[in-house]
């Protein structure tokens, strides 16, 4: 006889022998009443980050590149990945920018590329089938959330205010981005926002000179998002392809070592904080 438990039984079960058996009549009877409240979930384990997020956190760059011309974009998607970035972003109205998107995923399998300002999941789809590793934008798109938390692919929302960074975090969102950060008072907006939320990763996003990489970075911002910075209005109009290598590799340099830096930060406070005036002067 098996005898199934009821929903306050974690296990509850019954063996019984024929008395006629030579053995004689057992039983097992295991029962462990447990209050409805305690029976632990069943969910599975949360799905690993997907690999944009790593390269992103690890990088520091998102490079993103708007251009009225399609090959446009693509030489110089070329050559900010030669320069030495890893997560270039192709924003949604490029001329053809899903064929943009597939030839650089091809050539360079091992770079993060995505695909920005995509406001609708219809368009998220199209990008994630061409091979977009990720979609960013300026808004949150919850149709866009929804639809791609069970991919591979990152979605970064865009927010602005304390409660929009929440509810897109408590939707899905693994990291959002700050937009429009440089009007909204620039890394002290970034300071800001991570005080009540040290938990939420956060791209700082518009506006972003070279020389503020850093800034954002020791503020809390994960990542930033550079535009203008690296492809150089008069060097676009120009097809210098060299100048914007150039500013990628710089660009790649000041956010590994703002990286690093950060990471620094809290052993030079305690070294600071358990030394003499004299053992720093003299080291």
Known sequence: MLRIPNKNHALCLSISFSPASPMAATMLSLSSPLPP????????????????????????????????????????????????????????????????????????????????????????????????????????????????????????????TPTEVLSAYKSGARIVKVYPVSILGGHKYISALKKPFPHIPMVASQGIAMDSIGRYIQEGASAVVLSDAIFEKEAMRQRNFDEIQRLARLASFQGLGAGKHQGQDLKLKKEFEHSSWRELLQS
């Open 37 to 160: 409240s305690s029976h632990p979930p069943c969910s599975s384990p949360p799905p690993p980050p997907p690999r944009a997020l790593l390269e992103i956190q690890r990088s520091r760059i998102i490079a993103c590149l708007r251009t009225s011309e399609g090959q446009l974009a693509l030489e110089a998607s070329r050559a900010a990945l030669r320069g030495g970035v890893s997560v270039v972003e192709i924003v949604m109205s490029t001329p053809g920018v899903l064929e943009v998107i597939k030839e650089l995923v091809d050539e360079h399998p091992s770079s993060v590329i995505g695909v920005g300002t995509v406001l609708d999941a219809a368009d998220a789809r199209k990008a994630i089938n061409v091979g977009a590793k990720f979609l960013m934008n300026p808004c949150t798109v919850m149709d866009i959330l929804f639809d791609v938390q069970d991919d591979e692919v990152l979605y970064i929302p865009g927010v602005m």
